[in-house]
């Protein structure tokens, strides 16, 4: 029954602290009674273990997206099950014929060995990453401005595998010492650095940012109707007086918040157009342009003259649900009086090249339309608050059926409402950061760190003979 106890235990943690939960004490907890006892059991057995416990942590996606196709679910919830399970049981392999530092290191290298080469070659970048169950413990966050969300990744599974290490040998003192000391003095030395750097001085401008959010218009996402349409841009258009009356200078509409076809595009352009021009704001609009080739999810940014200078289509389209829709390329950029400003839709900021992309052209501010499933708010803004603090930008993201954030470049939530059928809104005062970090200028040094590291160790825990008996 130890076995199964264990397994449940972890499973129940990994449930209650990542995916789209984020009680985040459980993360740093949740591996260790599966490493207590996975070096003690044979493969086929960890292996099952491994497996199940994935599976049962998964069942939170699961509640999360009903709407998803089952496929993608299902090949979502096989492919963490699958991965999380090479990761352990290559652990244990290290655990069993490697000493206790070796034991400590294994376990974080692979895990973010497995994150990093999954979020380049997967349709969803690093949702799921360990990492983000974090997001709002800043100190500890501060750690992704030098390393991405994978140091905090590798920072949150070593103090598990020192934990699991040190009890593995609690009879041997001195290899007791050295598993807690392998895991614990890094945080100490992350706590130390994020407290320092959240107490920097503060950039001296900023710029006042509406954003606006209707979910009781969603049901017109994909309507062709002009005579629905264009009454909806204009109700969001007065929503818009108001939050400019409030000071705003920068407005954000929802992503794809109505359907427009090419029979009526040109009148829903000029409405927004006006709009921009008579309140002297930048307006961002998140448009579902149908009935082409191919369907369009736009951002449309319109100066405080009116003019469209920006129509950017979303890089990253969500699997299962927009097949057929154009792919963007490249980052779409405006240059204004707080700074280089960029664009991105929603599940765009899942991605850290896209970051990185921005940071590298200094970009201090994202704005981000954006559109939620609810139950996920919490964890897509926070992967959105993350990209700000890797590459040193603020971020203004307005979800439907989510939640509208402002965040600075630390990653601090200046302003956060969520979403609702009554038009949510808010307007404050956001500090644009100074576009660039040691993240963003290095790359995934850290990331291939531990790529390195961890088929280090397991390869040589591989041709280690073990002596008999």
């Given at each position: ?157 070593a103090v598990g595998a020192a934990l699991a290490v040190a009890w593995r040998y609690r ?5 007791r010492n050295l598993a807690l000391a392998t895991g614990l003095l890094p945080l100490a ?281």
């Open positions: 029954m130890i076995p199964l106890l264990a397994m449940l235990a972890s499973a129940a943690m990994w449930f209650a602290s990542t995916g789209v939960n984020h009680v985040w004490p459980l993360a740093w907890l949740a591996p260790v009674p599966l490493l207590v006892i996975l070096p003690e059991l044979r493969p086929l057995r960890a292996a099952a273990l491994a497996f199940i416990a994935s599976i049962l942590a998964g069942v939170n996606l699961v509640i999360a997206y009903p709407r998803l196709p089952r496929a993608v679910l299902v090949s979502v919830l096989f492919g963490i099950a699958i991965q999380t399970t090479l990761v352990l049981l290559g652990w244990r392999l290290v655990a069993r014929r490697r000493g206790p530092l070796a034991a400590v290191l294994a376990y974080p290298a692979l895990l973010v060995a497995m994150e990093y080469l999954v979020s380049r070659t997967g349709p969803h970048g690093t949702f799921g990453s360990l990492g983000y169950s974090q997001a709002d413990v800043l100190p500890v966050m501060q750690l992704a401005s030098v390393t991405g969300v994978f140091g905090v990744s590798f920072l949150v599974a009879r041997e003192a001195s290899a030395a992350s706590l130390v650095f994020g407290v320092i750097r959240l107490r920097q001085a503060a950039a001296p401008s900023e710029i006042r940012i509406g954003l606006l959010a209707d979910d009781s218009s969603l049901r017109f996402f994909g309507t062709t109707d002009s005579a629905v349409a264009l009454p909806l841009i204009r109700s969001y258009a007065r929503r818009a007086d108001e939050v400019a009356a409030r000071g705003a200078v920068v407005v954000v509409l929802p992503e794809k918040f109505v359907g427009v076809t090419a029979a009526y595009d040109s009148a829903a352009r000029q409405i927004l157009s006006e709009t921009a021009r008579q309140h002297h704001v930048t307006l961002v609009a998140g448009l579902n342009l149908l009935g082409g080739p191919q369907s369009r999810n736009l951002a449309l940014v319109y100066a405080p003259d009116g003019r469209q200078v920006i129509e950017y289509d979303k890089r990253h389209p969500v699997p299962g649900l927009e097949e057929g829709y154009r792919v963007g390329d490249g980052p779409a950029l405006l240059p204004g009086t707080a700074g280089t400003v960029g664009i991105a839709i929603c599940k765009d900021m899942d991605f850290v090249p896209l970051g990185r992309e921005y940071a590298a052209a200094g970009a201090g501010l994202l704005l981000v339309p954006a559109w939620d499933f609810t139950s996920d708010r919490w964890i897509h803004s926070r992967m959105a608050v993350v990209r700000g603090i890797e590459g040193g930008f603020a971020v203004a993201r307005s979800a439907s059926q989510g939640l509208l954030t402002l965040s600075d470049a630390y990653g601090r939530i200046v302003a956060e409402v969520p979403s609702s059928d009554s038009a949510a809104f808010l307007s404050a005062a956001l500090q644009p950061g100074w576009g660039g970090t040691a993240f963003s200028r290095g790359g995934d040094w850290f990331a291939w760190l531990c790529v390195v590291g961890g088929v280090g160790l397991f390869t040589g825990a591989l041709a280690r003979r073990v002596p008999r008996g």
